[in-house]
């Protein structure tokens, strides 16, 4: 644990929109007086209709309910596009940069955009997508992403966009949950060099879901896919017969926005929902006060869209202000451990916003391939998904940003739309691996496990007592769901699955999930996903995944795998299980290591004791505690023996 402090450096105290005496008097008003607070913050937004409540909310399961501006209506596209074109609408909305260097970058206006969105929307209704049906988007990094995106909250359509590195059956699971009809995708996606068969993955999937039909296909590398008559449509084709006008859909602020699924501790991923009025005000308010936005500046978040990072900070957040937003198709190590720091050059971007997962790998590549670089434009510098370890954050200022640019480290998650605990770069001192002080409206809590609320310096589970604008409102099509797996745990607190540290200035550090989530380069997984798509193979008749500590990656994933009697486990089973998960669920589940296990240690009900599978996958075996209730106590000794040497 570091102790060192990075005071605010002079310059941000004196000229950052939020200083530490502002950010003290906001922070009281808005636990104190939420609905003054947050009825002067909606008015960031163009409403339709104002609202005239500001919220109706409550964790008790007696009148449990999240809603936000209720009354107010509003369309979240034209608060991007719209309300911008008088003022900025020859100003740089998109700069978007290819995986391939030697493809020039893109520079799409506000203006531009705003007929693309359009013209994109026009073809969706001439397709028969209307408000509150879902479209599912599987697109690479490029701007019709956005376009797409902004084009269903235009018409009132539901997005669900699924990460594109996602298999088919990944792909097909989430068409079929949320009922779309309509799929947007690309030929091919391109990433560090390589090609990602989008279109056939999508008609792959699509042999599971007989409803889809319509799936609109973007050229992006112009690779020859097959197209079936009457369901598929060439985006351009497309588009070329629609104006370039198409009046926004007046949505009520608790009409869904978007579906965004994500990995719980328990059963397939689910599918987050969040509404529009509360997760525009709350994706602004974070984008401009985090990272101290002011207009005009170019500001790089190097996150997918398919992420929910992707979606609050490189669509919404930055074009509801105005921003000038980069999007980059590409990697961080491609060509060269330089790419993110040429882009940053390039660009001029000033403000840049990265995982630690990219850190940690570039920090290994060593220094010159960052200090042949200028980054003389940088000034902030922030951080997301994962804890970020000390050395890591100490390489980000010192090396990336040469001492002068604050870093944010914002805790947040898919449910809460949008940074909950992060310093403002203006206002809190950085101590490096703590995310810090809430954001306005955040009441966190830390309780042990029995639900009693621990005060001062103390260390127990992440608890937030009070509602804010941007938090989830449901998972789809499983209402039940929503409050059993958060409001439960802790009744009447939503429930972080986070464990966290408080020190004795207030400063929260997260210490990572402490349900069975595990975070894979800044990706969530749930152990149970990936344990049911190896029971799904043939061979095997049992799995348990836990997480490893992984230098790279933050954590591993180590699975342990039973394989039926009348196989024998060996090197080619090991693999193939490797490939079939890969093909099963995504690349991004690959499991870093199998062990075959003859028996996993069990209590006498049956129940897998992962904490002794975590502790053996940490090679933490001199400290297992109490193994005296299992059923067959040996299983361990032979899990021990078994374990590989890691590297
Ligand atoms: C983890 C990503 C420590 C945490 C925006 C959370 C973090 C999960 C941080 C959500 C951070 C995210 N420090 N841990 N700055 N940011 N996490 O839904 O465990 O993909 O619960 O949202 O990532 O992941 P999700």
Redesign the pocket.
């Known amino acids: 644990m570091s102790e060192a402090i990075h005071p605010v450096p002079e310059a941000w105290a004196k000229n950052a929109l939020i200083n530490a005496d502002r950010y003290a008097e906001l922070y009281r008003q808005s636990v104190e007086d939420p609905d003054g607070f947050w009825r002067q913050e909606a008015q960031r937004l163009d409403w339709l209709t104002p609202f005239t409540r500001v919220q109706r909310t409550s964790f008790d399961e007696a009148d449990f309910g999240i809603r936000w501006f209720e009354d107010g209506a509003l369309n979240i596209a034209a608060n991007c596009l719209d309300r911008h074109l008088a003022v900025r609408g020859d100003a740089i909305a998109i700069l978007w940069e290819s995986d391939d260097p030697s493809e020039p970058e893109r520079r799409i206006s506000y203006r531009q955009l705003h007929a693309e969105v359009c013209r994109f929307a026009n073809l969706l209704k001439a397709r028969g997508v209307g408000r509150g049906d879902r479209v599912t988007l599987y697109l690479p990094m490029v701007p019709e992403a956005a376009v797409a995106m902004l084009a269903c909250a235009r018409i009132g359509a539901i997005h669900s966009i699924v990460f594109a590195g996602f298999s088919p059956d990944a792909l097909a699971g989430r068409i079929l949950d949320c009922g779309s009809r309509l799929v947007v995708t690309a030929d091919e996606g391109l990433r560090g060099g390589r090609r990602v068969p989008l279109k056939a993955n999508v008609d792959e999937a699509l042999t599971h879901c007989r409803d889809v039909d319509s799936v609109i296909v973007l050229r992006r590398t112009g690779a020859d896919v097959a197209m079936q008559a009457g369901r598929d449509v060439d985006w351009h084709e497309g588009v070329a017969s629609q104006p370039a006008e198409c009046p926004p859909e007046a949505m009520n602020a608790e009409d869904p926005l978007f579906i965004l699924y994500?990995s719980g501790s328990t059963g397939k991923p689910k599918g987050v929902l969040h509404t529009t009025g509360g997760y525009a005000v709350w994706a602004s308010m974070t984008h401009q006060y985090v990272f101290d936005y002011r207009p005009g500046q170019i500001f790089w978040c190097a996150a997918d869209i398919g992420?929910?990072?992707g979606h609050s900070y490189v669509v919404y957040g930055p074009l509801i202000n105005g921003a000038t937003t980069v999007m980059f198709e590409g990697v961080p190590n491609w060509p060269d451990p330089s790419r993110f720091w040429q882009v940053v050059d390039k660009f001029g971007v000033e403000i840049f916003y990265g995982a630690p997962t990219a850190l940690r790998a570039l920090m290994r590549e060593g220094d010159h391939w960052v200090q042949k670089t200028r980054r003389s434009s940088l000034r902030l510098l922030g951080?997301?998904?994962?804890?970020?370890n000390p050395e890591a954050w100490e390489w980000y200022h010192r090396v990336v940003g040469e001492g002068r640019c604050p870093i944010v480290?914002?805790?947040?998650?898919?449910?809460?739309g949008a940074a909950m605990?992060?310093p403002l770069p203006g206002a809190t001192d950085l101590k490096p691996g703590s995310?810090s002080k809430p954001m306005f409206g955040v009441a966190p809590q830390l309780v042990d496990s029995e639900g009693k609320v621990l005060e001062g310096a103390t260390e127990g589970c992440l608890v937030l007592t009070q509602s804010w604008p941007g938090q989830m409102r449901g998972v789809w099509g499983d209402p039940e769901r929503f409050f059993q797996t958060y409001f439960t745990t802790f009744p009447g607190k939503y429930f972080?699955?986070?464990g966290c540290r408080r020190d004795a200035d207030g400063y929260y550090w997260?210490t990572?999930?402490i349900d069975d989530?595990i975070?894979v380069s800044?990706?969530?997984m749930g152990t149970a996903e990936i344990e049911s798509a190896l029971v799904a193979h043939e061979a095997v008749a049992e799995a348990a995944v836990v997480g490893m500590p992984h230098a790279i990656k933050g954590q591993g994933i180590y699975a342990y795998v039973t394989t039926n009697a009348e196989v024998e486990p060996d090197e080619a089973l090991r693999r193939a299980l490797v490939q079939w998960v890969r093909h099963e669920i995504g690349p991004i589940a690959t499991p870093d290591v199998i062990q075959f296990a003859p028996g996993l240690p069990k209590t006498r009900s049956g129940k897998i004791m992962r904490r002794i599978l975590r502790k053996i996958a940490e090679n933490e075996t001199s400290n297992l505690g109490d193994i005296s209730t299992l059923a067959d106590p040996s299983v361990v000794a032979t899990l021990i023996a078994d374990r590989p040497q890691l590297a």
């Open positions: 994500t992420w929910v990072t951080s997301v998904g994962e804890p970020i480290d914002t805790w947040w998650q898919t449910e809460t605990i992060t995310a972080t699955g986070d997260i990572g999930r989530v975070n800044g990706h969530r």
